[in-house]
């Protein structure tokens, strides 16, 4: 849609609108970068201070004394797999729901969204007393499975609306030539789907590495992942040394993030209008 | 695709839902229709106190011990109870005393001021409140809001474009707990918010300690984070709206209100409605802002009052109970969406 030509009064009113969110959707991040680089004396002043000396202390002390990289290395290892597990199962299935046009297709994708909206806590509640009694208790397998099986849902309808766009005469044409499903989905689909695969990706990674339920309770210790190891930083009771380390632990997960959507910025919106927009 | 093709596609997906998604779903039930406790018995124990010169006394006392098995671990004991569980976490009696208030007072107003002393009290009630509350407080909020930033955004030249969505973006993509402490950060007491009111004149706040402000806050929380989710899906949708409709209507002489209102917001109708009910099926779990602003006295929901009970008093079985709530409850959300997909799905055949 082009843009109505508007009366200044109008126009000045939506800049400043829009000046004013770029303001608020940054604030909150902009001070955390600010404090995370203070001693904690400047951090929580009263009155707190625009500028004050800066230090990369707390960003030392939470990756070299506290061992924040084993955590980080846990999140490499738990996200890679969750990533790379979940996309191969959920690819197979919404290829498989793109193209049969049975009803139990339709009953699956329902059950699917009812899974989707559960609330996380529900199955936490499951596999608490589940996982302790079989003894699977903080181990990377357990987290990733796990990780995968929520990501399944949402997975399958992202995928399947992008598979959807894809004409069926191109895997027809494979099954003409002499190739079984299997092969015509590897490589005939596949190699078309990249730019989907990559986006339903993208979200399984954020799925994985934004989850703190779920992370926090399976995995204890050593074992934790970045975003749950976070928790042992927090609460009403802690120091304010402490504080300081976890606002560069806060930090420190933040910052694959930002580059993450400064680089895939186009992916993560397509992914999102995928399956609104067009219907 | 033939039957058996097709299953053997979906195996390993329905699988893992199978095990990790639906099984749980039905051990909550069983869970919650138990109860269980370590089996304890009373036991005499004879401790030698020393008296003095080296001189000591028995005592005997009875201490009550858990049975141990022959591995020297304690028994757990799993009692069926029913519904037990279910009533006490929604409080029948209370409830039921509620309505009674009622038929003696015979005044409405009595009956809501009975009713709202039970919601105040009860643990799930008031979770309830809050989140009911949160949902749909932000919603229309972030949809209007949304439909603003995509109407501003639009009328930007491409190259301011793209940094608007980038920094659109981070406040729903960053992490959450680290979203919520970031925004729990500026508005801690004499914090950067806090400071800022009080120097321009406007009083003197602490966001955290009251009732109104910390739910004002999460509130404000959940509109910052979620806003930009309306922003991408409204902001695509305006490229989709056509031009010629728009300008038939500039010839007929709509203002460009008239043009939104009657032309742009007809044609995103389906759009408003998948926001509303994506947003409506997430904020009804929301968390995250729940744990970091500790507001849990103030502001507790439905899936933070069930990690509560599971981790800090470790009930699972008063947790399962909860948990069966919030399950009842997103299927009520769910049920308008269901019934909308299925009638799309015959429709198309």
Known sequence: MKPAKLHIVTRSIFGLGLWFWFFVALLPFFWMFVISLRAPVDAFSTPPKLFAPMTLENFRYIWVEDGFWRYALNTTVVTALTVVVSLTMASLAAYALSRYRGSIGFWLLMAAMVFRAMPHVVLLTAYRPAFFELGIWSRYETLIIVLVAINQPFAIWMLRAFFMNIPQELDEAALVDGCNRWQAFYKVIVPVMWPGIVTAGLFCFLLAYNDFLISSQLMNGDMSTMTAALGSYMGQNQSVARLMHGIAGAVSITIPIIILVFVFQKQIVSGMTAGAVKG | ?349
Request: aromatic residues 12%; hydrophobic residues 50%; without cysteine.
């Open chain 2, 1 to 349: 695709m033939r039957r058996s093709t097709f299953f053997s596609f979906v195996a390993p997906s329905v699988m893992s839902m199978l095990i990790l998604i639906a099984l749980p779903l039905v051990a909550i039930i069983y869970l919650s229709l138990h109860q269980s406790y370590t089996q304890m018995e009373i036991k005499e124990v004879k401790t030698e106190v020393p008296l003095f010169g080296g001189k000591t006394r028995e005592v005997i006392r009875n201490v009550p011990q858990p049975v141990l098995d022959d591995n020297g671990n304690g028994i757990q004991v799993w009692e069926y109870v029913g519904a037990q569980n279910l009533k006490n976490a929604i409080d029948t009696e209370g409830l039921s005393a509620a309505f009674k208030a009622d038929q003696e007072l015979e005044t409405p107003r009595s009956f809501i001021k009975a009713l709202f002393d039970e919601v105040r009290d009860v643990d799930f009630w008031s979770a309830l409140e809050f989140t009911l509350i949160y949902t749909f407080l932000t919603t229309p909020i972030i949809i209007i809001l949304g439909f603003g930033l995509a109407l501003a955004t639009n009328r930007l030249t491409e190259r301011l474009r793209g940094p608007v969505v980038f920094v659109t973006l981070l406040p729903m993509i960053v992490t959450p707990v680290v979203s919520s402490l970031a925004v729990y950060w500026l508005f801690v007491d004499g914090g950067v918010i806090a400071a800022s009111l009080e120097a321009m004149g406007i009083g003197k706040f602490y966001f955290l300690a009251d009732q109104f402000t910390i739910r004002a806050v999460i509130v404000a929380y959940g509109v910052w984070y979620a806003a930009p989710f309306a922003f991408i899906i409204l902001y695509a949708g305006l490229q989709t709206v056509p031009d010629d409709p728009i300008e038939a209507a500039i010839i007929d002489g709509a203002s460009p209100w008239q043009r939104v209102r009657y032309i742009v917001i007809p044609h995103l109708s389906p759009l408003f409605a998948v926001i509303a009910l994506i947003h409506i099926m997430d904020s009804y779990r929301v968390f995250e802002p729940i744990l970091v602003f500790g507001s849990r006295v103030f502001a507790n929901s439905v899936q933070y009052l069930t990690y509560y009970t599971l981790v800090f008093e470790d009930n699972i079985h008063k947790a399962a109970a909860y948990a069966i709530l919030t399950v009842l409850g997103v299927i009520v959300l769910l049920i308008p969406i269901m019934i909308k997909t299925f009638k799309d799905q015959k429709a198309g055949k």
